[in-house]
């Protein structure tokens, strides 16, 4: 299972609640899940969900201050399935509920947090220094490696699920990240010096791995959508201007009537779905890369092309459908450069 966080908390909820009415601590994506497969497995409707945000509350949603100051441990069981804040733990304690006893928070289990090292009682680990990027582990044995000097302004959230790994090299810069997940048994390695901006999406899911390399750099709006069991590679030094668009799958499954067979989404066809993009490769703004696509070293993608299949070394392609306009092409990230040294 993809998020077997889900689990966890559904099988800790159930073994002690006490037949206590269940309340869920945000109104999202998350909780949402929990109350499905509380459903599902056990077979228990919960009471309602308690919010921050007063605009959320409804019939079923109540706000967290009014709700905390009335409510009986004795009546309630509460589960938090949210990144760790210490202020949601703050207000339970206040009002009496006791860890795992009767309420529980997943996200609650730090064995040891330093500014360059965190540990936690599901396995998962970060070592090097996060900065201002938050690592939310939604999993177990997941590993974080950071390097030297790597930097991350208003990098936003990344979500990491089980047994995930994500490197990130020394000097590299990250900033606005949004829309950031990392996959059950997924990895991700991002090369040392590379400058990464906005990225707008970049969804690695399970089983999929994601190597960029060293020097790369992208400028804003970059869409990364890797879906199971494929590979995305780029090469050092490659130039992504902005809105580049990388699919590694259609995202959704195709299937033939006659014989009811997947035709586009199996672990046998997502594995042969990958994506090779060489060193010192200049895609041009808007453009759209495929799977199944390779691009060979030093060739330049046009603005607003898409890419689907073979792109030759030192060349330059364009439209939609990408084709070649020009061979035995070389180009420098300086502007008005007089010369070219092979």
């Known amino acids: 299972m993809e998020e077997d966080w889900i689990c966890d908390i559904i099988e800790n909820t159930y073994r002690n ?18 109350q499905r ?20 509350v409804n019939d079923s949603v109540f706000y967290v201050p009014d709700f905390l100051a009335t409510a009986s441990k004795e009546e ?38 330093r500014k360059d090292y965190y540990e936690d009682t599901h396995g998962n680990k970060i070592i090097g220094e996060t900065g201002r990027m938050q690592v939310i582990f939604f999993g177990f ?18 979500y990491i699920y089980s047994n995930a790994r994500l490197e990130i090299g020394e000097n590299t810069k990250l900033a ?40 790369t750099t992208a400028w804003y709006g ?14 050092k030094d490659c130039m992504l201007s902005h809105d580049i668009k990388i699919y590694s799958n259609d995202g959704h499954s195709i299937f033939d009537r006659l014989t009811g067979k997947n035709i586009n989404s199996t672990e046998e066809i997502c594995k042969k779905r990958n994506i090779f993009i060489g060193s010192h490769v200049w ?15 030093g060739s330049i993608v046009g603005a607003e092309s898409l890419v689907k299949g073979n792109v ?19 180009w420098s990230r300086e502007n008005c450069a007089e010369d070219f040294l092979i």
């Open 222 to 235: 970059l869409c990364i959508y890797l879906f199971e069991w494929s590979k995305v590679t780029l090469g």
């Open 312 to 330: 030759p070394e030192n060349c330059i392609v364009c439209g939609n459908p990408a084709r070649v306009i020009r061979r035995n092409i070389a």
């Open 141 to 158: 044995h997941s590993t974080v490696i950071i390097g030297k000097k790597a930097e991350f302004a208003k990098a936003g959230k990344i």
């Open 283 to 297: 895609i041009g703004m808007g453009a759209t890369i495929l799977y199944g696509s390779k691009i060979g070293n």
């Open 176 to 215: 606005f990240l949004s829309n950031v997940s990392i996959g059950k048994d997924a990895k991700v390695s991002i090369g040392w010096d590379c400058n990464l901006i906005n990225i707008k999406f970049m969804y690695v899911r399970s089983h999929a791995e994601l190597e960029i390399g060293e020097k």
């Open 17 to 34: 609640y006490r037949e206590r009415k269940i309340i869920l601590w945000g109104k999202c994506g998350a909780s949402d899940k929990v």
């Open 37 to 56: 497969a509380l459903k599902q497995v056990y077979q228990i409707t919960i009471e309602g969900y308690i919010d921050n945000s007063q605009s959320k």
């Open 76 to 113: 309630y069981y509460i589960v938090v399935p949210l990144a760790f804040s210490s202020e949601v733990v703050e207000m339970l304690w206040q009002s009496g509920f006791e860890k795992d006893r009767d309420y529980y928070y997943f996200s609650e289990c730090i064995l040891e947090q």
